[in-house]
């Protein structure tokens, strides 16, 4: 009986490691050591154990978490017959590891500006034929020929917005349009900083009155010492990213900085809750879809992008996300409804105290990390 | 991230190398014992480990001593003792560039020292708490006369089963300033406290998610233990505190030992706990580690960050396997 | 008096473990999106959750890998700590140092040790990676299991079956393995628990295309966690209770 068990127990388990096996329709078993003559040379490696061989009518999407309307994917499939498959990442950092340790996993990818730049500069971009794309033209015209990306050669923006405050008004009814209200020991425990280094670094930049890209040392030192300052006069709650927006809602705290996009989404679940880009200026952003120079369906990729740019399937995503869309036949088709709106629709003298970023050079990266983690490592 | 994904050829020859050594040893054994020894059972696994651990904590050794270009350094240890190490010579450089002397601007940094004494002090803090909860509650299962005690075993680990990520953010709700217990006790007509973005609330998160780890080797030691013992002493006028200390405790060392390291351990890399329930107002090596790999992507120097954890784990290891020579307490059964 | 208090003491202990857990499964019957205001029952996450494909994809993902992971650990560590206990003093110290090893390695060391493998051997990340490196956490601790009850094994019923005439095979599944059936349930049970459990190896050895339950939930938290995730693990959990009391019975009556 025991032994009839322990039979069942092995049969169950050789299926299983055969169906593993047959799954991933190569050996995926002891591959450390049998793989040494080919390290040699690199190119000699077979294509096919580097990437999901997803050829023909479909088209690989990388975009982040939940910023896509689903319904926009269904009418993809169904009008161009192509298989959407989508996948989704959480930082850029993240996107640029996956982009390059899965060379033709993906043909679309939508990563931030200064992400373009990067990528761009480290020839990690195919040209998009704008033939095959005539709804890009859609673009308003404050974002054509951004400065990521000065010859509109590799990007067709997605969606845009600024980094702002998001207050709650029953805390505080009436705040100073500036980032000094982040600096006012009043509010005790009660502001939210974002945990990352560009976005928080760059807003003390901005209130310092300096340049938003600044490699200046002595300017950087001076944000970094009123970071510190100000986490230790314990106003600062908490430093995180994701779940800012959820407890703002939840009246955790007064005051955030925050993105355009989430602090709509805010404000719709909370109506005590507003955004203001601050007088001194902010950060204006861009997501962009873009084609990785490995993809393997470009053609298709293209499809996509242009349906993307469609205005009907523009306004759903921008209904959808709650960002801003780059998209004039979209902004006109919602009207006053979009218009009227300060926080998607900032006006043109917010924008122009605003700044993008630019991708920081790898070699002088190191200052602001260094910085960031003494400003995380104060008590 | 390097772009070129590759070892050196010795690396490679040294794989293959130990792969023919692997061989040759399975195969002389069993001609020494002309046939097949119970020992050989342990091959398929050792083959694995070779393959999925030791030569992975190889690749990390590799990384943690050359630079981004694949050669020999020790600046990655270095970056660990002055965390302004890389970010000092780029200051320098740009002062340079524009004429001027920044080594006003040079400092040492203690991110990464500090960082590692706070998490020693947390785990440290976080593995006190978990035996004091834990050994009681071990010891009262593992009583004879409480009859449900394995079932209530069982119940330790069903906690488990629940998503970790999904546990701690559950916390989340509980100790907001808007969450469960203070609206509670702002119901009762108390002022709401706040729980949540501090150390305290950290430690909490780690010693729940911890706590189990505890319970089972401890109740494993002490339910094997012959109880006939405890009654003796009982029988020889120890009242039951002195049973407890002096029979009950000596003889369970064991079960604390494999309990200390199996909490310890994972308690100083926590990443996450912090993150969540500490609101990022403070650092574990954990998170450090996560953020030279993932956020600044320098891998040569995350990878000396773990190498220096991991000997300082096997140092503390070693240290307490005094505590339990015959190393029993390894059972977790 | 003092029986009472244990029994008060052990409550508490268990309230505190099990007390996020009610607040999950209440969480997942609320008709709101928030994790803060409650706005009444509904089962609209349920409902939601089995219309999301992803979702059960990743439910596929993870119990699959779980019960796979979980069979071969066990073999694998059944078979290497019988051999251990067969070995002389020196491997067999070596081999314990060798066990020991991964869990003296911080999971986000292990996990980021093994991508760097995976990614020098160029083999693609995603579902058999990860299953890889799920056995590899899991044997030791089947290891670690079964060993102590191979330890309070007497040693010479084994030598007794071979002198009977028992082939060493026979006596390996009729002598010893029945002996320490326990231990290995205990460690099966621990292996599928722990990578049922798992984010940090998952995270590091998958590439977005094959996600499990850590990983989706850790990517969703972007958007605020789904509250379709709660009611998933609600569920799960309530299923595994029921799991475990059938095996419960089920033992409780073959004795």
Known sequence: MKLRKIALLIVVTLCALLLAGCGSDKPADEPAVTDVPAVTEETAMPEATTVPAQTGKVVNVYNWEDYIDPAVITLFEQEYGIKVNYMCFTTVEDMIVQVEANPGAFDVCFPSDYIIERMIAGNMLREINFENVPNAAQTIPYLQNPAYDPENKYSVPYMWGTVGILYNKTMIPDPVQSWSILWDTQYQKQVFMLDSIRDSMGVTLKYLGYDLNTTNVPELMAAKEKLIEQKKSGVVKAYQVDETKDKMVAGEAALAVMWSGDAMYAIDLNENLDYFVPAEGSNVWVDGAVIPATAKNPENAELFINFLCRPEIARMNCEYICYSTPNQGAIDLMGEEYTANHVQNPDQAVLDKCQFFHDISPDFLPVYEAMWMEVKNTK | MRSDMSLPWWAWAAMGVGLVAFAAMVGVTIRRNRGIHRSLFASPYTLWMIIFTVVPVILIGYYAFTDANGAFTLDNFKNFWDSNFNANKSILAAGEAVGQDYSAYITRGTVNVDTLVYSLWMAFLCTVICLLLGYPAALIMADRKMKLGPTLVVLFIIPMWMNFLLRTIAWMSLLEDSGLINTFLKWLGFEGVQLMYNSEAVLLGMVYNFLPFMVFPIYTALSKMDFRLSEAAADLGCNSWQTLYKVTMPLSIPGIVSGITMVFMPSVTTFFIPRVLGGGNTMMFGDLIEAKFLTEGNWNVGSALSLIMMLLILVSLSILRKADPNGEGGGIA | ?255
């Open chain 3, 1 to 255: 008096m003092m029986k009472w208090l244990k029994k008060c003491y052990l409550a508490l202990v268990l309230i505190f473990l099990y007390v996020p857990i009610i607040v999950l499964i209440v969480q997942s019957f609320n008709a709101g999106k928030s994790r803060a205001k409650w706005e009444g029952f509904s089962l609209r996450w349920y409902i939601e959750l089995f219309q999301d494909e992803r979702t059960l994809q990743a439910l596929f993902v993870t119990l699959s890998i779980a019960v796979l992971a979980m069979i071969v650990s066990t073999v694998l560590g059944t078979l290497a700590a019988i051999g251990i206990h067969a070995m002389k003093k020196r491997p067999q110290a070596l081999m314990m140092t060798l066990t020991n090893l991964p869990n003296t390695m911080p999971d986000i060391v292990t996990g980021i040790s093994l991508m760097l493998l995976f990614i020098f051997t160029k083999v693609e990340r995603g579902y058999v990676t990860m299953l890889l490196a799920h056995i590899t956490f899991d044997t030791p601790y089947v290891i670690l299991s079964v060993l102590p009850k191979l330890k309070q094994m007497n040693r010479h019923t084994y030598e007794a079956a071979l002198d009977l005439g028992a082939t060493p095979m026979y006596a390996l599944f009729h002598v010893i393995i029945p002996q320490c059936k326990q231990g290995i349930i205990t460690g099966a049970m621990l292996a599928f628990t722990l990578s049922l459990d798992d984010f940090t190896i998952s995270y590091f050895t998958t590439s977005p295309l094959v996600q499990n339950l850590s990983t989706l939930i850790y990517s969703s938290a972007r958007k605020g966690i789904d509250p379709s995730l709660n009611a998933l693990s609600a569920l799960m959990f309530v299923a595994l209770l029921v799991l475990l009391l059938i095996v419960n019975r089920r033992t409780a009556e073959d004795k």
